[in-house]
């Protein structure tokens, strides 16, 4: 069974462009969570879609975006990008019968100069 | 802002040695997690512990939780260089989503 799966492994952007990142769950997983990994800031919970609808939003601003499709896969659009959004994008999945065992992929790392 | 704390930040110990990782959160909660992740890849999910239960082991993983102090303890026996990581506690309460502490990262020496 494959696992999570996210593309590109690696980004590099300028200051005020967009990134887009892509996540698909392992199959039959209808949750997708996003995060962010910064240096020396842990793990920030970014957002929750569950069956194609955004189920919870971190405390992020509204340049971070996403949306979940009808084969579950999703996307994280980050716009207006910051030096400060440098970091390493992680997405899990889970099922929604074992909601609270999530499964990561590898993560994208978004190097914004 | 931070749900779970993991101390110490770091930890370096021999293989064989036992390893322990103290998580403090702030909230009552459903239940706990710990996590691990290689040199900045995805996070592998070790072990789930409920707040009804006190222990729960998973081969050479002891993990303890206490409500009363809201605390959790990671304990890793005959410690290899493989289990060289970091290490995470993550807390759900409620209907919210996971909230991960910032880690303790682990050094198993040869």
């Known amino acids: 069974e494959a696992g999570v799966t996210q593309s590109p492994t690696h980004l590099i952007k300028t200051r005020g462009q967009q990134a887009t990142l892509r996540c698909s769950p392992i199959?039959?997983?209808?949750?997708v969570y996003w995060y962010q990994q910064a240096l020396g800031l842990g793990l920030q919970f970014l957002l929750w879609?569950?069956?194609?609808?955004?189920?919870n939003r971190g405390n992020f601003p509204p340049r971070f975006s996403g949306r979940q499709f009808p084969n579950y896969s999703s996307e994280l659009n980050v716009n207006a990008l910051e030096l400060e959004d440098s970091a390493l994008y992680l997405c899990?999945?889970?099922?929604?019968?074992?909601?609270?065992?999530?499964?990561f992929g590898p993560g994208t790392r978004l190097t914004v100069t | 802002s931070q749900q779970g704390e993991e101390d110490p930040q770091a930890l370096s110990i021999q293989e064989g040695e036992n390893a322990t990782m103290n998580c403090s959160y702030k909230?009552?909660?459903?239940?706990l997690q710990w996590y691990r992740q290689n040199s900045g890849r995805g996070l592998v999910h070790l072990i789930l512990?409920?707040?009804?239960?006190r222990e729960k082991h998973s081969g050479r993983l002891r993990v303890t939780l206490d409500t009363s102090k809201k605390s959790s303890s990671l304990l890793i026996t005959a410690s290899r260089a493989a289990d060289t990581a970091s290490y995470f506690c993550?807390?759900?309460?409620?209907?919210?989503?996971?909230?991960f502490g910032k880690g303790t990262m682990l050094l198993v020496s040869p």
């Open positions: 899990a999945s889970s099922s929604a019968r074992h909601r609270d065992e999530q499964y």
């Open positions: 199959s039959g997983h209808t949750s």
């Open positions: 879609y569950d069956e194609g609808e955004e189920r």
């Open positions: 909230t009552s909660i459903n239940n």
């Open positions: 512990i409920r707040s009804n239960e």
């Open positions: 993550a807390t759900r309460a409620g209907y919210s989503t996971l909230t």
